[in-house]
């Protein structure tokens, strides 16, 4: 099915003036699948993830081997499509495929339908690719978002979720996200920071250590001026600028959990290490 065609039904089925069909089902998941990279914004979020949306969490209309399938291609073709690109499209079809695998995660950890093996394999191609991810691009003029780092984010979130992922599993997502707040070929301007967060706060209410976050705190500054020598002045300032908006964000949210309360001073300690990233 062409991208107009698929995105004329989508929009009937968004204002009602169609009705979804099970016999339709098949092709148009098969259209959506191909098309969930476009770079028409509105096809690719507002129509095609909506859908998916609409499908698999509000609805729960996609059986589980329809949904197993739809997990197996995403993996295997579209998640590491043009991986290692930048600025270019192939990020939409990696970014809007995290999402994909965030929806079916998630109807999983109300349904069960997937095998520990198969959750573990998720996990280890996510890592894979948050680590591999070079297109840190949120938003793009005429084209709507990409913010693969946040939904990325939004993956591991539902992944920490699952009771088949356990605490021995979290060092390594935490390195993974970790490695994606000391970033210094961007800035981030879309809220990036606080989507990482979120699974890095879900593994602390799961039974990851405070002692993990803390090491790694107290690691920032030395990895600032280490870096200072190693990258170009203006990557230098984007690098500061991702830690101290982070550090930021985690203080206010550490603030609001009584139990995380320890990791308050570590936090603080950090900032106030500020003339240590300024000099």
């Known amino acids: 099915m062409e991208a107009m065609e698929l995105k004329e039904i989508l929009s009937e089925l968004k204002s009602g003036e169609r009705i979804w069909e099970a016999e339709e089902t098949v092709i148009i998941i098969k259209s959506m699948i191909e098309h969930i990279g476009s770079s028409d914004g509105e096809l690719r979020d507002q129509l095609i993830y909506s859908w ?18 739809l997990l197996e291609v995403a993996l295997k073709d579209l998640l590491l499509k043009g991986i290692g690109d930048k600025d270019t499209d192939t990020v939409f079809t990696r970014s ?3 999402l994909l695998i965030a929806l079916i995660l998630s109807r999983d950890n109300e ?3 997937l095998s520990q093996d198969v959750i573990l394999q998720v996990k280890n191609k996510i890592v894979d690719y948050i680590n591999l991810e070079k297109d840190l691009r949120g938003y793009i003029p005429y084209k709507g978002w990409a913010h693969s780092v946040a939904h990325v984010a939004d993956t591991l979130d539902e ?26 070929t961007t800035v981030y301007i879309h809220e990036e920071e606080e ?5 890095i706060l879900e593994m602390l ?4 250590e405070i002692k993990e976050i803390q090491s790694l705190l107290q690691q920032i500054p030395d990895e600032l001026h280490k870096q200072k020598m190693l990258v170009k002045e203006e990557e230098y300032w984007y690098l500061y600028a991702n830690c101290k908006s982070f550090l930021k964000s985690f203080l206010i949210e550490v603030q609001k959990r009584p139990k995380l309360y320890p990791l308050q001073k570590s936090i603080e300690d950090c900032l106030e290490s500020e003339w240590n990233f300024m000099s």
């Open 52 to 69: 998916f949306y609409h499908l698999i969490i509000k609805k729960n209309l996609l059986d589980q081997d329809l949904l197993k399938e």
């Open 96 to 98: 809007f495929t995290t």
């Open 111 to 113: 349904d069960n339908f």
């Open 159 to 184: 992944l920490i979720k699952s009771k088949k992922v356990g605490v021995k599993y979290f060092g390594e997502i935490l390195n993974a996200l970790w490695d994606k707040v000391l970033v210094s």
């Open 195 to 199: 989507r990482i967060l979120v699974p």
């Open 205 to 208: 209410e799961r039974g990851l």
